[in-house]
């Protein structure tokens, strides 16, 4: 079966989910009203292998109904968007979303208000449109193409924005953010990575959540996308009942660099309408990074930040681990555990004046 063969035989009403233990039919069935359901066959089959964390990941659930008092678009992606589908908020980067489809609809989406929605809907008008906006604004260096899941299109297609961005000179970097290695891995195929190869300025961003993901499916993938020669990384989503354990975390990030992907963000949920559910309190994100720096590899521990409202933009968190400061220097905490000195400043007898 092709890739879109098995994308067409997803799962995208209750019925299809009769007999998978511990689904509530009538919750998927209003909830999928509101927040479509798309859980193809692939993931289907790992959900019953793994369990609960993928499907938590993919099947609807009765709280995503629940937790009105947040917002759909709390980080303003709409606000800063000069055409549609495109929000230019940093100086030199924009996201641009060319597709409005998903391998798979995970329930933790940020941009749950727009993906698998009419409302959201990615045309080839609004397209050329984010393309001409990006032609005739040189500060842009950076390019993001997301969506929904960018190469959910066809090689044709991509081929031609990759293109038509790759020859515009103030264009250095393109990313391609795509969940699809970890959701459907079969869709990364020699054709896709041929055309991926022939473009020297693109880097591809994964988004893992946990080491079950990481099937020898998608571990196949992940040599292919290698093979393209752009970086890989991964942005992570922090999931309550998911991935929300030192010991998960650990595992996902070392299969990761085993295979060659390099963790990039680790994201705190963003407080999204029908996502709060899955929200850890910051204290658990920190304890885990605590927990991963200087015991892995440090390529294999990721940036844990947040997406401040409002369109603030993403901030880092660090586990605190400057205890005091006096003139002897600072008091710090290792990654054992153990109370440091570390000197700072240049003693005075050793300051020469000329
Ligand atoms: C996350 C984000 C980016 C990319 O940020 P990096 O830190 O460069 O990965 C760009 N624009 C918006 C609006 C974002 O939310
Ligand atoms: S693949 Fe990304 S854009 Fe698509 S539903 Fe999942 S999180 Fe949202």
Redesign the pocket.
Known sequence: MNWKETLKKSVVSAEGLKGVPGVDVHDVARVSGVYPMRINPYWLGLMKKAGAPLVRQAVPCADELADTPLLEDP?C?EK?SPVFGL?H??PD???FLVSNECALYCRHCMRKRKVGKAGGRVTDATIEAGLAYIEKTPKVR?V?LTGGDPLLLSDEKLDAILHRLSKISHVEMIRIHSRVPATLPMRITDKLCAVLATYEKLWINTHFNHPAELTPEAEIALKLLNGTGAPLGCQTVLLKGVNDSPAIMAELMRKLTKNRVRP??LHHGDAVKGTGHFRTSIEAGLAIMDSLRGHLSGLAVPTYVI?LPGGG??TPLLPESIISKDEKGLTVRGYDGKTYTYPVGVPRHQIKTP
């Open positions: 980080l992606e800063d929000t908020r940093y980067r924009v996201i950076d993001i990039y963000y997406d933009g993403k």
